[in-house]
Nanobody
Framework: QVQLVESGGGLAQPGGSLRLSCTAS????????MGWFRQAPGKERELVAS??????TNYDDSVKGRFTISRANANTVSLQMNSLKPDDTAVYYC????????WGKGTLVTVSL
C-alpha cells in the first residue's frame, strides 16, 4: 500500500497564491507519475497537473502559466498555484500512479473575496 499525505490549501483571494504539497510513503517504488486532480462541487474530477520521475510535466490548459508542479524528491510533489481564480475552487487530490493509482484524502482550496 501507498499512503499520500497532503498539506497546504485553504482560502485565498482572487489573484492570490497557495502551495500544495504531497508526500508518498509505504510501498513506493519504480517508475511513477505523481500529480493533482481536483473536483469542484457538481463537477467531475479533472487532472490539474502531473510530473513523472523524469521531471516531465503535464498541465490542464486552464492552469497553464499559473500553476507549477515540481518534485522535491522521488516521493514528494508540490503544486504552486498563482493568479488564483474563483474557478480554481475545488478539493485537490494528490495521486501517485506506479502501475496502480493511489489517492490522498484531498485538501480544500477556496478562492473568494
Amino acid at each position: 500500500q501507498v499512503q499520500l499525505v497532503e498539506s497546504g490549501g485553504g482560502l485565498a483571494q482572487p489573484g492570490g497564491s497557495l502551495r500544495l504539497s504531497c508526500t508518498a510513503s509505504g510501498n513506493v517504488f519504480g517508475i511513477n507519475v505523481m500529480g493533482w486532480f481536483r473536483q469542484a462541487p457538481g463537477k467531475e474530477r479533472e487532472l490539474v497537473a502531473s510530473i513523472n520521475n523524469g521531471g516531465n510535466t503535464n498541465y490542464d490548459d486552464s492552469v497553464k502559466g499559473r500553476f507549477t508542479i515540481s518534485r522535491a524528491n522521488a516521493n514528494t510533489v508540490s503544486l504552486q498555484m498563482n493568479s488564483l481564480k474563483p474557478d480554481d475552487t475545488a478539493v485537490y487530490y494528490c495521486y501517485r500512479n506506479q502501475g496502480r493509482k493511489y489517492w490522498g484524502k484531498g485538501t480544500l482550496v477556496t478562492v473568494s473575496l
